[in-house]
């Protein structure tokens, strides 16, 4: 039996959930994180007000609002309802500084940009839960994406063994 047929079709099928995870984190980055970063760059109070108010839109009609990104452990660094309720927060304390004065408003902006923003070893990055961009199905893409693996060395032994019969 000619092995190869079936082999390339299951190394094609195993590009649909890494496309599919493409996918959702530049929809994630265009609805919100593409905001969030806005709003943590914004030079006036007005502009960074808009900005995460579209974010928190986003947030809440899609139910990033609480629990954990985690599959096996919870860590801090992966607690939505934490990074939800400081992206509020900041929300909160823009809108509350409209009327204030300059020095005061510069003073929030710097705060909601440490607030939404993290100093890395490549620059300033968003503060994102991990995986969030697939939140609240991580768990159910991770159990996709482990049987993904299999079925692309599924595809590649029997790729690899039509090869090894034919010479």
């Not at 609240?136 to 079925?151: C, E, K, M, S």
């Amino acid at each position: 039996m000619n092995k190869l047929t079936p082999g390339v079709i299951l190394i094609l099928i195993s590009w649909i959930v890494p496309t599919i995870l493409i996918v959702k984190s530049i929809q994630f980055d265009q609805n919100c994180g593409g905001y969030l970063k806005n709003a943590a760059d914004a030079n006036s109070v007005e502009l960074a007000s808009e900005r995460i108010g579209k974010a928190v839109e986003y947030i809440e009609a899609n139910g990033l609002t609480e629990g954990y990104t985690s599959v096996l452990w919870r860590t801090e660094d992966e607690n939505v309802s934490y990074w939800y309720s400081n992206i509020k927060a900041c929300q909160k304390e823009l809108d509350s500084c409209q009327d204030a004065t300059q020095l005061e408003k510069s003073n929030v902006l710097m705060k909601v940009r440490e607030s939404l923003t993290d100093n890395g070893g490549k620059g300033t990055d968003l503060t994102l839960p991990e995986g969030i961009s697939k939140y609240p199905h991580n768990t159910l893409w991770a159990v996709l994406f482990t049987v993904n693996l299999l079925i692309k060395m599924i595809g590649w032994i029997l790729v690899v063994s039509f090869f090894i019969e034919e010479y």
